[in-house]
């Protein structure tokens, strides 16, 4: 399944058969990744009346339905209309799903009871120029990130700053191992997505963030391409499936 991409005058070779994973599952118990103070996500077969939609318990077909929050319980990618007076949807908002991208770690910086990826962080890792889509990884990456409960942790966030950089590069998708690019408790300021977005002065449309992703750690910083799917929810947010590729 070699596939010969041509890019901005170059060409790559990638292998569909061997795509990387980066999404979180969706579950419906407490194993789940849970943020912003919710409950876990509920899959439960559909009842009326004497009918459960399980096969198990006498169904013709399994029927569930899935109560979740995009934002909170897995990996999303979120278009504007996450921070805007206006409505705008992921799903006419994201129109390209192949991108060629940059992954790097970081390990956080501390600053007082905070830990923040400023810009100095990322220049060291990226340099002066980035393609399309931006992949982070923070560091520690601890195996326990599939079913974290973020909830009231104050997790690493990026600095306005560093987000203003990574816009000046370009970046046109930005994808994060944590529930926002933001402070937890921020006062609803939300410097780094307005910062990503350039909202509301000169909004970028067409630029998404993904979050809540997990990254292996057998997969090395560098250059891949990226499959970014999302689900075709009418919402300024949708649970998706950013696959890597590895340039060979």
Not at 18 to 29: A, C, M, Q, V
Not at 32 to 46: G, Q, T, V
Not at 54 to 75: C, D, L, M, R, Y
Request: net charge negative.
């Amino acid at each position: 399944m070699l596939a010969q991409i041509q890019y901005k005058g170059e060409s790559f070779t990638i292998d569909f058969s061997k795509p990387i994973d980066i999404s979180l599952s969706l579950r419906g118990d407490d194993k789940n990744p849970i943020a912003w103070y919710l409950d876990s996500p509920k899959i439960a077969p559909f009842k009326d009346g004497d009918f459960v939609g399980k096969v198990s318990e006498g169904a013709s077909v399994n029927f569930n339905n899935i109560q979740f929050n995009p934002h909170g319980h897995g990996t999303h990618t979120e278009c504007v209309g996450h921070i805007s007076k206006e409505f705008f949807s992921i799903n006419q908002t994201l129109k390209n799903f192949f991108f060629k991208s940059k992954l790097i770690s970081v390990s956080p910086e501390v600053q007082g009871e905070d830990q923040v990826i400023s810009a100095a962080l990322l220049k060291e890792q990226i340099g002066d120029s980035c393609p399309e889509a931006l992949v982070i990884r923070t560091l520690p990456n601890y195996i326990e990130k599939r079913s974290k409960k973020y909830s009231h942790t104050n997790w690493p966030y990026l600095s306005e700053e560093a987000m203003i950089f990574i816009r000046q590069l370009n970046v046109k998708h930005l994808l994060i191992d944590l529930p926002s690019v933001d402070k937890e408790k921020d006062e609803g300021k939300l410097l780094a997505h307005k910062a990503f977005w350039n909202y509301p002065k000169n909004t970028r449309f067409d630029a998404t963030i993904s979050e809540l992703i997990y990254v292996p750690n057998h997969v090395p910083d560098g250059e891949y391409f990226l499959n970014l799917q999302i689900a075709s929810f009418e919402n300024d947010a949708s649970p998706s499936k950013p696959i890597l590729y590895k340039i060979q």
